[in-house]
């Protein structure tokens, strides 16, 4: 064996090492050493077969995964990233020959790093969905918490960020949620493609071991195989599927995210955010800001630049492995540890939020029930575009005599357009307004409630 600070996979056709600068950027173990439970869920796979494939006798399988034990046992109570080596698999192979010798070896028989890193990434990743997965159920609870709390409050609505219709506070809360739900789907969808096994593609062009890849996917929790090996150690499409499907959640979160910023300010005021997730002002000592939620905000940028830089990377790469693949795990690693932070802080700032009743019942000003009006005059006989008409006269003629719409019934109506004489002071009752969108998706609470049912059984 090599010294403990010289082991490599591949010396044997070099005349030395690599230079420095060569070996500080070829270098993972800082980042992959994260990946040591996977590697040696791997190792002891691998070894089971090849004693199946006659080239291990039992007692040479039972010694190495005893030394496996003990490596993992290691792995458990040190800090692997500050040892010397390559990558987490030179490094559980040098501390296997620490263990048993030069028997250590035996696990690269008829593989690859190309099939094992794939195979190791692959784990993680399907570990990392089932992790994001889990804070976004957390994230939909609290939703559904919230959103309980908001069933009986009127709140504005808005288009272009003007205040448009009466909806409801729980209503609002629930259009986060369903985009949430969406993404779950895609994460499921991605999983599928995810759970393909490498192992046994070997370099590229498949393994000269007659191991058994469906008992190998079965035993290491995959659904099947990869079809070709050339494409199982070459192509990461999967990752940047699973980026996709990440980024698009950040985006969507950080809509949620403006939403809080926009209406937790002074100016709108409709909700009001737990001192736990606001912060202080080092000058102004008034200040509560929004921070998490801005941060959450940024992080949608942040793995769009992410998924962008990685698409990038793999643009035109050759059939096979190459070395750019390497670069899968800083990406990935760096997307998840992000989405699940805005996750965490969302899931806290959304279920300890408090809404105000008094702010969002003075937001729903008259004119927010013009197009209630208008359909409401379609249905006595109005057409539909006389009566759209008749009302924005009706506003404008409030607005430049300083009169409220509510004012304006009957003949008051009539003398401002004849075609407003059906107009009756109920039309002009927000809560009204609002029981009347009772169809299907609609913010009236009959519909509210069974939209909460609905929620709660996604989960």
Known sequence: MESDDTLRLWGGRFGG?????????????????????????????????????????????DRILAGLDRVERRLESGVPAE???EDIHTLVERWLADEVGDEASQVRIGRSRNDVVATDTRLWTLDACRRIDGSIRELQSAMISTA??????????????????PTSAA???????????????RLSDARARVARLPLGAAAGTGSTVEVDPDRLARKLGFDRPCENSLDAVGSRDWVSEVLFAWTQLAND???????????????????????????????????????????????????????????ASLKGLPTGYSKDLQEDKRTLFAAEEALAE??????????????DAERAAGALTPDMLAADVAERLAAEG???????????????????????????????????????????????????ALDRRSVGCGSAPDAVRRQLEEARSRL
């Open 17 to 61: 090492g690599p230079a420095p600068e060569l070996d500080r950027i070829n270098r993972s173990l800082p980042l992959d050493w994260r990946l040591w439970p996977y590697e040696l869920a791997v190792d002891r796979a691998w070894i089971e077969e090849l004693t199946e494939a006659g080239l291990l006798d039992a007692a040479a399988r």
């Open 83 to 85: 040892e010397p080596d």
């Open 148 to 165: 309980e709390a908001g069933m009986d409050m009127a709140f504005p609505a808005y288009t272009h960020l003007q205040r448009a219709q």
């Open 171 to 185: 209503h609002w809360m629930l259009s986060h949620f369903w985009p949430l739900d969406r993404g779950r789907g």
């Open 253 to 311: 979160l950080s809509r949620l995210a403006e939403d809080l910023v926009v209406y937790a300010s002074a100016e709108f005021g409709l909700i009001r955010l737990d001192d736990a997730y606001s912060t202080g002002s080092s000058l102004m000592p008034q200040k509560r800001n929004p921070d998490g939620a801005e941060l959450a905000r940024a992080r949608g940028a942040t793995l769009l630049g992410l998924l962008a830089g990685y698409l």
């Open 342 to 355: 805005t996750l965490a802080v969302l899931a806290g700032t959304i279920g300890t939020l408090s809404f």
């Open 382 to 432: 109005v057409p539909f575009r006389l009566a759209h008409e008749a009302v924005g006269r009706l506003v404008r003629h409030a607005e430049e005599t300083g009169q409220v719409l509510q004012d304006f019934t009957g003949p008051d109506a009539a003398a401002v357009d004849p075609h407003l004489s059906a107009i009756r002071p109920e039309w002009w009752d927000a809560r009204a």
